[in-house]
């Protein structure tokens, strides 16, 4: 089992910058890949970003250049720094952790992202 705690959102203004933080405890030796996931009111949730072990990271094209994903293997943290943030990045933000089987995915409990304009 592995448990997943988020931390770092709040309310910014556009154009502010905020980092999230997803702290993985439990199993960690299990994890693969570590990434965030949105879902905004009324919307399906998306894929932000995801990093490997290695730190192959992957975007959402409408994040790229804007947020950085990274990963402290050590600490079992990842994190999501978000720069020139908008008004459409408001969101619920959710830490996710695969294993290396891919059997099993796990989920922080999320956090909100608010972006005033």
């Known amino acids: 089992q592995v448990q997943l705690v988020e931390s770092g959102g709040g309310l910014v203004q556009a154009g502010g910058s905020l980092r999230l933080s997803c702290a993985a405890s439990g199993s960690t030796s299990s994890i693969a890949v570590m990434g965030w996931y949105r879902q905004a009111p009324g919307k399906q949730r998306e894929l932000v970003a995801t990093?490997?072990?290695?730190?192959?990271?992957n975007y959402q094209n409408s994040v790229k250049g804007r947020f950085t994903i990274s990963r402290d293997n050590a600490k079992n943290t990842a994190y999501l720094q978000m720069n020139s943030l908008k008004p459409e990045d408001t969101a619920v933000y959710s830490c996710n952790a695969q294993t290396w089987t891919g059997r099993y995915t796990y989920w922080g409990q999320g956090t909100q992202v608010t972006v005033s304009s």
């Open positions: 990093i490997t072990t290695s730190g192959s990271t």
